[in-house]
């Protein structure tokens, strides 16, 4: 009995090893920003099949990419998404050509000294409104990548909520990280060339920063202080309007 469990979870196992498949590529300049380049290979491959992992190896000490880079397939039963990959070798991905080769087993090379790379890491939630409907997730965070790169290393975007129908309205999550990232990023609210409408609404503090209360419901000092502000001038406005209507009353008697 233990001998038919065993050979059930080999079969199992065999079986899972068949559904994924992984390729290589080469071809980009190593010394652009991960997250940007994982992009515009997510877009360029999607035709291809489900991607589960793109993993750019790096160069700590030179702090810079190495090359190649792997991506990761899963493949249903009869698609063949690294013969699909392959036939795009060599086509231009935003000004470099690329070069695509297939691997064989499973496994994801991981660089050692990747845990503190994050360190600094902050994290925005941003609304984007104006958006045109046939906008895709992956254009919408090659979009907000590109928007906030000059703040500094964009490391992630994820798509929260994508493409409200009443306003064309979509929240993302944008990772970042550099030397004044957040203001940079605050003083970027505005409309980008293609005319979306992009407002940092929300800035996760740094971890183990507690947050002092601001008596406004809202976590954020920042929107705190104004919906304060707002509240104060729609008392002063309140107490305007009793006060003439005082001094009529007085003028009637």
């Known amino acids: 009995m233990e001998e038919s469990a065993v050979r ?3 079969s199992k196992d065999t079986n899972n090893r068949k559904c994924f498949s992984k390729i290589s ?6 010394s652009v920003h991960e997250f940007p380049l994982k992009l515009a290979l997510a877009k360029h491959f999607a035709s291809c099949g489900k991607i589960v992992d793109i993993d750019v190896p790096r160069d700590f000490k030179k702090r810079i990419l190495k090359s190649p880079l792997f991506i990761i397939f899963h493949a249903k039963e009869g698609e063949s998404p690294v013969d699909k990959a392959l036939e795009l070798s060599g086509t231009d991905v935003g000004g470099w050509n690329v070069v695509v080769k297939s691997l064989p087993g499973q496994q994801m090379y991981r660089d050692p000294g990747g845990v503190d790379r994050f360190k600094g890491e902050r994290t925005l939630i941003v609304k984007v409104y104006d958006t045109p409907s046939t906008l895709s997730k992956i254009d919408l965070q090659i ?6 790169s000059s703040c500094g ?5 994820s798509v929260l909520v994508h ?6 309205e979509s929240k993302a999550r944008v990772d ?9 990023a605050l003083e970027l609210s505005g409309r980008t060339a293609d005319g979306w409408k992009i407002v940092v609404y929300f800035v996760v503090p740094p971890a183990g920063r507690k ?18 502000k707002k509240a104060e001038l729609k008392k002063k406005a309140k107490m305007k309007m009793m006060d003439k209507g005082k001094k009529k009353r007085k003028t009637t008697e």
């Not at 290393?153 to 975007?157: D, I």
């Not at 493409?163 to 064309?168: K, R, S, T, Y």
């Open 25 to 30: 590529v080469e071809g980009y300049d190593t």
């Open 143 to 148: 979009g907000l990548c590109k928007h906030f």
């Open 211 to 228: 947050l002092k209360p601001t008596g406004s419901g809202s976590g954020h000092p920042t929107i705190g202080v104004e919906r304060m």
């Open 8 to 10: 059930g979870l080999e």
């Open 153 to 157: 290393e964009v490391t992630g975007v």
């Open 176 to 184: 970042i990280m550099g030397k004044g990232c957040v203001d940079k």
């Open 163 to 168: 493409g409200n129908l009443c306003c064309h």
